[in-house]
């Protein structure tokens, strides 16, 4: 990304629009003459009597003038905005700075009719770096990790940096605006990232290597030491593989279609077996929690889904009818009960197919658990109390597919703060 030029030509043109476009002597009647901006303001309602002389990019603001209902585009710098013909009136426009990066800094808005400009003064600012997430979470020393998010401004005097926690600093193999490929340096440690431009320093709202709150590892955590699972444990399990690190996984593979049941295959359950047993996190507060998992899938998935259910005791000792608990032996009935909420992961139905071409980061809001094993949308999730054990199971989803072999690799379950 080349570094902000001052074009002074520019400049010194615009400041003899800028006289023009102040101008009170309008040409003709309302709309018909010049454009004229008198001032910008934010949108906010609870600031918008403050005034703007500069604003990030994406932010939405008002420019307030006259002569305004036959502008038809508008430029921040050398970056064009999006108007919408229904937030242009004959004296405002609403509008959002354009997240394009200028190649020069002029530091104008250019306003445009079909026989008419107007140039006004406004500094575009360009945010810190803003890591939204990685591919994998997991990446061994050595091995490159790729982060995405905005605002990745490289400069030769002004390098971005990446660093991991502990004070490791990754070197950087390539970026772009919106993307960074790192090669994660000896001794990083768990923890948030921090990514750094000439614009200032981040960190990622994501732990690297999260260790926080893993419900299962398929190592301690799924099947001893207090943590049982119930009918069906997969395929198995292996390390062959695996994230380094991090142990065996579990596996799915087998058949599958849009209607298969296969439980024996494609079926794993972490039953909690008491009343007194406690959620994995705070189930009172959804929106704040988001479910992380590793998985890799070398196969082409393309038919049914990947549900993932939480549960709690009274779920587990459910009746068919959904009764209650029977006292009698536990049952998986939950899984086709067509009331009972859950999260559907279904990365192949807008393409077709899936494949994850190496291990990957999934991340599920916890307000997403909502939804029917057929993928109606139940506008409801389980209260607090039916978050102390979980479910995986691939069938339905209500998308159709094609009968597929896939191989599911999963590990690292875990509940954590929403980014």
């Known amino acids: 990304m080349k570094k902000y030029i001052l074009n002074i030509a520019i400049v010194l043109l615009a400041l003899v629009s800028f006289n023009s476009c102040s101008d009170d002597d309008d040409k003709g009647g309302s709309g018909g003459g010049t454009p004229v901006v008198r001032y910008i303001r934010p949108c906010d309602a609870t600031i ?14 008002a420019i307030i003038g006259e002569n305004l209902s036959k502008v038809n585009k508008v430029y921040f710098n050398d970056q064009k905005a999006k108007l919408n013909p229904n937030f242009v009136t004959d004296n405002t426009i609403i509008v959002n700075i354009p997240s394009g990066i200028p190649g020069e800094k002029q530091d104008l808005i250019k306003l445009y009719t079909n026989n008419d400009s107007c140039y006004y003064t406004f500094e575009t600012k360009v945010p810190a770096p803003a890591p939204k997430s990685m591919t994998c979470e997991y990446v061994d020393d050595g091995n490159v990790a790729y982060i995405h998010g905005l605002y990745f401004i490289h400069e030769d005097a002004n390098p971005l940096t990446v660093t991991f926690e502990g004070g490791f600093q990754g070197e950087v193999v390539s970026h772009d605006l919106d993307n960074i490929a790192v090669k994660v340096p000896v001794g990083a440690k768990p923890g948030p990232i921090k990514v750094t431009s000439v614009y200032g320093t981040t960190e990622s709202p994501f732990y690297f290597r999260d ?45 599958m279609d849009d209607d298969k049941w296969d439980d024996s295959k494609f079926g794993y359950e972490r039953w909690t077996y008491r009343t007194t047993d406690p959620d994995f996190f705070d189930a009172g507060a959804l ?22 259910i939480f549960t ?10 959904e009764g209650g608990p029977t006292g009698g032996n536990p049952n998986n009935a939950y899984l086709s009960n067509s009331n009972y909420p859950r999260a559907l992961w279904i990365p ?17 809001p916890m307000t997403d658990f909502k939804y029917s ?32 072999n896939p191989t599911f690799h999963i590990d690292n379950v875990r509940v954590v703060k929403a980014q």
């Open 48 to 61: 918008s009597d403050s005034l703007l002389t500069s604003g990030y990019l994406g932010t939405q603001i």
């Open 373 to 404: 094993k057929d993928g109606t949308n139940l506008n409801k999730v389980n209260a607090a109390g039916h978050y102390s054990g979980i479910t995986l199971f691939v069938n339905g989803g209500g998308v159709t597919g094609t009968p597929c």
């Open 211 to 255: 260790n926080r709150n893993i419900i299962l590892d398929f190592d301690t955590k799924f099947a001893d030491g207090g943590y049982h699972h119930g009918w069906h444990a997969g395929s198995g399990y292996s390390t062959d593989g695996g994230l380094t690190g991090c142990g065996q996984y579990l596996i799915f593979t087998g058949e």
């Open 312 to 321: 709690g005791a009274s779920d587990v000792w459910m009746n068919w009818q």
């Open 348 to 364: 192949w139905a807008d393409t077709g197919t899936y494949v994850s071409n190496g291990w990957v980061t999934v991340t599920i």
């Open 287 to 308: 929106d704040k929690y988001v479910l992380k998992f590793e998985v890799n899938i070398p196969d082409v998935w393309s038919a049914a889904a990947l549900q993932i």
